[in-house]
């Protein structure tokens, strides 16, 4: 009887063996966009980065490691905190759905991760459709019981917010490599009123460069969603949100085109969970509009994120996937790229906010 027992606890430790072997394996494939293309070697950021550049991180849909693994947002925030200085990140900027029902204990997850950053690294955040409850079918959400507007007012970048205590909808200020910067970070599925304070708020800062940071923007096939004229899926028109609401195509109609925005960054959409497309705004400059998303793949996203370095020729910005929870880069030309920005107009419509506050 003993030397059965022996016998088939010797078969169950072969088979587990045998299992997390294969399993390994079967992870270090999906680690690669493409099967043939060769890892990039350890350390894959040591060799990336341009002296005298700057770097913003973008950080797209956590809600899953909130949810399942949130010791991989933790380990994202714990690298930004310690290659702050390498390499010279200036602002974290999250693209919203930060969790997966808006449920106490996600949030707990997700402050004790973000929150690393407090006095480290400034960010902004948005609200995603999940951030809403339930299933994003209203317009409540308890971001800010767990991210309070009061923490955010001491910080160096931080501009104001649209409504008082809400932190859905807000903008920031930093300079950087010469150039005036503002974050506007807006709400899932924007209300007509958030549009025109977006407008106010950009008018007051025509003299800065503009990122938009939005959940739901760009589609994967490169397009803004515009529930008018394109069938694409998950649309914020198509989901029980209290109207009013504007998609990517009515943000840059009402919105983007008008100033002088360099970037749209979003998140929200799986498939490929990238997209990329540059158009001309009413005074010729070109607006580079981003989706990134990583929240299908293992562990809730692999840590993948993106790094936006800005070059000391003041007008390259290099685009970098990195996962600091493998030290890997995804390297294929949808997740690794360079843009140029255009220079701001020589006349603009400068009308600068005396409150504005600017960090180093
Ligand atoms: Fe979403």
Request: charged residues 25%; proline residues 6%; contains cysteine.
């Amino acid at each position: 009887m003993k030397k059965k027992f022996w016998a088939s606890s010797f078969t169950c430790l072969l088979l587990i063996a045998a299992s997390v072997f294969s399993a390994e394996n079967e992870k270090k494939k999906t680690y690669r966009d493409d099967p043939d293309e060769p890892l990039a070697p350890g350390s894959a950021m040591r060799e990336e980065f341009t002296p005298g550049s700057w770097t913003l991180a973008v950080v797209p849909d956590i809600q899953n490691q909130t949810h399942f693994c949130p010791g991989v947002s933790m380990a994202q925030t714990a690298w930004l905190i310690q290659n702050r200085e390498r390499f010279n990140l200036i602002h974290a900027l999250y693209l919203g759905d930060l969790t997966n029902h808006d449920a106490p204990w996600q949030w707990e997850n997700c402050q004790a991760a973000i929150s690393l950053l407090d006095g480290k690294l400034p960010y902004a955040l948005v609200t995603g459709n999940h951030d809403y409850h339930p299933d994003g079918a209203s317009r409540d959400t308890r971001i800010n019981e767990y991210f309070p507007v009061k923490t955010f007012a001491d910080r160096p970048t931080f501009g104001g917010v649209m409504e008082e205590g809400r932190i859905e909808n807000s903008y920031h200020l930093f300079e950087a490599g010469g150039r005036k910067w503002i974050v506007l970070a807006l709400e899932w599925a924007p209300r007509d009123k958030t549009v025109d304070w977006a407008n106010d708020i950009m008018l007051k800062h025509s003299d800065r460069y503009g990122i938009l940071v939005t959940h739901a923007y760009l589609f994967d096939d490169s397009l803004r969603y515009d529930h008018k004229t394109r069938q694409q899926r998950w649309n914020p028109h198509d989901y029980k949100t209290p109207p009013p609401i504007n998609d990517g195509q009515e943000l840059w109609d009402k919105l983007v085109r008008k100033h002088n925005f360099a970037f749209v960054l979003c998140g929200h959409v799986c498939n490929s969970g990238v997209g990329y497309q540059a158009d001309k705004n009413d005074a010729g400059q070109t607006v580079h509009q981003i989706l990134s998303n990583y929240q299908f793949r293992d562990l809730g996203g692999e840590g993948y994120m993106r790094l936006m370095e800005f070059l000391p020729d003041g007008k390259t910005v290099k685009i970098r996937t990195y996962s600091p929870l493998w030290d890997r880069l995804l390297t294929s030309p949808e997740q690794q790229f360079t843009i140029e920005l255009d220079p701001l107009p020589a006349k603009s419509n400068t009308e600068i906010d005396p409150l504005s506050k600017i960090s180093p």
